[in-house]
């Protein structure tokens, strides 16, 4: 992808704004001011972290930073009403599949985590239905021919190992032909057939077995009611346990893989869809999730997928066009997580030459020479296919090509300031409204559409198309929205936008949650969205609304400024309130969702009730040491007069507004390990 408009950026900055002399100490101050000029760049509430207590960084495009940098205005007690949400139990196990080997290099070890993996594999009946509900209702990167063609040539060759009672020695059998394929693609793959025949049959690898995992959970998320009909008759029915189960095999397989091959564009496909799978299980802002993907990255760039491939470099047209979805597969994730954690992506545009998938049907993919020439010139000037269909490969371009403009989003949110910040962040803009405008009609959002099941090729194909043109939609104004969040001086009409920008996006998110039962297929990704697309939206709205509060009762204050109808964000707000309490506990998301959800509870209990609250922190913070605040929990939980005071002399210093800010900002909101210089709370 040529970037003829990319800014070069210097590779070291100057001693004052990174760089840390020798002669400091090893432990820096709390408000180190070797740091200062850089974090300034950076953003407004950028933090080190505690002193006394390392801490993860969560910058300011994550879901929490809207909610810190408006903590002055919200309030220490709103904000410490987040805390105390927990899955009851129900986080990731402690003795996962893969928790009882000491030394899977270990040839015995290894063979007995196979076995384990092995015994785990669902049954013919429930394979099949499990990835046929994959292919049906989640965003794919591989072709579903050939996986169900894997699926069906696993139960050909092995099914007398996996063919029910599964007896250990079969299956340990099964396991020892699985660590004899040590190898990538043959040399000598010169068709589709041989590059399919080299990873399925008597050539299955523990990579394949793996995706297939890690499809089979989601497809257990997705569909909990027809797999609980699968296992029925004494058999394990309780959906978190198998999904549990799905997600340790597919961690599994690719510890065998580690074990008996190098890395390969097989394992590629595994990590993807394991990540996408942890994901849903684990929650996008747990720290596994982010390692994970740090090692997704480094690998897809090991084996070169970043750089562009000709066909006539690969075994097939379907080879090459896999290798080009399952990129801009990685790619798009990569984008998310950073931005969902404020955090630098692991990919960059600027080193990616891979093109884009040719926007064809599965079947078409497969077809040569001249039906293959006239599929292609059927296309757009752009490249879409012109049947109006979502196709796998049309989702990929979609989210690769939004991707590429959240890149340099997030190269202006979390780098330095270049010279013209203002020009720089117009120029994105309007390159991302191009591209926008760009997509075909059936991929753009239009204001008040319904799901409509006889006009879209009935229930799944309505509610494929309607929830990819939301979150397309929504990914579009999260572009907008991370630009108009830019520090700019205090323009009155870019903080407009921003809560215009802030009102669209919630807006969408309860288009979806009012659609919940007609989409009730695609719930796997509600959660997400509402996490990726509404907590940072509302929390705009909801600061806002605070502010605008307060300034109708502080006698003298400065007239607040923003125009928008406060009846209606006050019922967005609530409905909003009440999507987040749709999160299950199984969900990853369930403990995050339902923190942010008791702070905007507790904002809008401030805005309609005003006299029953308590005072905010900055009334009460007049900077000298021992000054306590008075806040609460949730009220249901927590008698009014428990004391959840803050001892700020135990920081060691005095701290005016600016450094408070700082040291807030560098608390963990996703976990309950708050530092330890809280004091009394």
Known sequence: MDDSYARTVPLA?????????????????????????????????????????PLEFLGPTSYSAVFRENSESIGENVLESGKGVHRDGLGPSEDGICSTIEDPTDHRNGLSLGVRILSQFPSKELSERLLDRHFRVCDVALHEPTMKYCLESIWATYGGSLQEPRKPESLAAMAEELCRIKTGIPSHCRSTKEWIDSFTGPCLRWEIL???????????????????TCFQGGKQTDKHTLTSQMTRCAEGCLVMSDRVSPINEFAIWAMLH???????????????????????????????????????????????????????????????????????????RRYVTSQLPLDLSDQQILTEGEELAANIGKLDSNGWNTDGEVYPATVSRAWMTMSVIRDEVLELCLGPVPESPSTRRDEIKARSE??????????RYKLGEAVDPESMGGRIGAGNKFTLRIMLNQEFLLNRFLLERLPDGGSQQNKQNLFDTSREMLDRVLVLCANRDKLRDFEIGFAWAIAYFGVSSAGVLATELLKQSKSVQSVGSTPYS????????????????????????????????????????????????????????????????????????????????????????????????TGFLDWLSGINWNTEDYPSDLGNV
């Open 210 to 228: 793996s995706t297939l995992f890690a499809m089979f959970g989601q497809a257990i998320i997705s569909d909990w009611e027809g797999v609980e």
């Open 562 to 657: 923003l125009k928008f109808s406060r009846s209606e964000v006050i019922q967005n707000l609530s409905i909003f309130v009440g999507c987040l309490g749709w999160i299950r506990p199984s969900e990853g998301n369930y403990e995050l969702c339902g923190r942010m959800r008791k702070i905007i509870q507790r904002i809008l209990d401030q805005v309609l009730d005003p006299q029953s609250n308590p005072p905010a922190l900055s009334q009460t913070v007049q900077g000298q040491q021992g000054n306590s605040v008075q806040g609460a929990e949730d009220l249901s939980n927590v008698p009014s007069d428990v004391d959840m005071g803050m001892d700020l002399g135990l920081l060691g210093q005095e701290m005016d507004d």
């Open 274 to 348: 394991t990540y996408v799978l942890q994901s849903f299980y684990h929650g996008d802002a747990s720290h596994s999730l982010w390692r994970n993907a740090g090692g997704l990255a480094s690998a897809v760039t090991a084996l070169g997928f970043h750089r562009a491939i000709q066909v006539s470099d690969c075994p097939s047209l379907l080879a090459a066009e896999t290798r080009r979805s399952v990129f801009a597969g990685v790619f798009a994730t990569d984008k998310q997580l950073a931005t969902f954690m404020g955090r630098p992506p692991a990919l960059s």
């Open 434 to 443: 191009q591209t926008y405008a760009q997509y075909p009609d059936f991929l």
């Open 13 to 53: 900055l100057n001693y004052n704004g990174l760089l840390m002399p020798a002669s400091l100490p090893r432990t820096p101050p709390s408000h180190p001011t070797y740091l200062l000029p850089y974090l300034s760049k950076i953003s407004p509430g950028a933090s080190t972290g505690s002193p006394m207590q």
